[in-house]
């Protein structure tokens, strides 16, 4: 009976631990598809003084989630993502300093597993290799872009975005038959279940890229 009666109580004990577990996921989970669905509109809908609020807001929540869940690999990509999209809005002296935490981000999320997101890291973390002044200004470095955006074309060869980073890549390169390939790769690319806005606007942005290197 005794022992009967422990292992039922080991069980109950067991179940209420998974469903707390599984709980807390479910709520970091949450919270970082609001910081994507916020994402997804500060990049693709607004623009000016309310895009930068906007950013502002973004980088508070990507560093909480972070600080919360720092095991978890997606939060570090998301921070990352945040950031280097921030430093593209922002611009100037500020971007910089932007871009090198974006950086660090981006490595810590390689750090505990390159592959997660199909290889989201390495595709933003290259975008930024060759966006960055190269030494003693910043860290830019073609090689090490083309390296990292290769990889994370390798992990997600019919993405959305890794196909438009490396177009972009190409075309910055002065290459625009090469890039010409990658913009409509990215423009045919599957949507994303519940990244509607951000698809529409990465499509607008490859055939924009499209449009003027056909001219």
């Known amino acids: 009976m005794i022992q009967a009666f ?7 004990l067991f179940a209420a631990f998974f469903l707390l577990l599984t709980g807390q996921f479910a709520v970091a989970g949450s919270a970082l598809i609001d910081i994507q669905t916020k994402w997804d509109k500060t990049n693709f809908t607004l623009a000016g003084k309310a895009q930068i609020e906007s950013f502002e807001q973004l980088q508070a929540a990507s560093e909480a989630y972070t600080m919360a869940n720092p095991g978890q690999v997606e939060g570090w990509i998301w921070r990352g993502i945040v950031d280097s999209s921030f430093a593209g809005a922002k611009g100037g002296l500020g971007a910089l300093g932007l871009a090198k935490k974006a950086r660090k981000h981006f490595d810590k999320a390689i750090e505990i597993d390159g592959d997660a997101m199909q290889g989201a890291a390495y595709s933003s973390l290259g975008t930024l290799y060759y966006s960055v002044p190269g030494w003693p200004i910043g860290f830019g ?3 090490k872009a083309d390296e990292l955006l290769q990889k994370g074309l390798s992990l997600n060869p019919n993405g959305i ?3 438009y980073f490396y177009a972009e890549f190409l075309s910055n390169q002065k290459k625009p038959e090469q890039a010409l390939e990658f913009y409509r790769k990215s423009l045919n690319a599957p949507s994303r279940e519940g990244r509607a806005v951000a698809d529409d606007g990465r499509r607008k942005q490859a055939q924009e890229a499209i449009d003027a290197l056909e001219k």
């Open 6 to 12: 422990k292992a039922h109580l080991h069980m109950r």
């Open 161 to 163: 975005d890794s196909n």
């Open 141 to 143: 470095d073609d090689d």
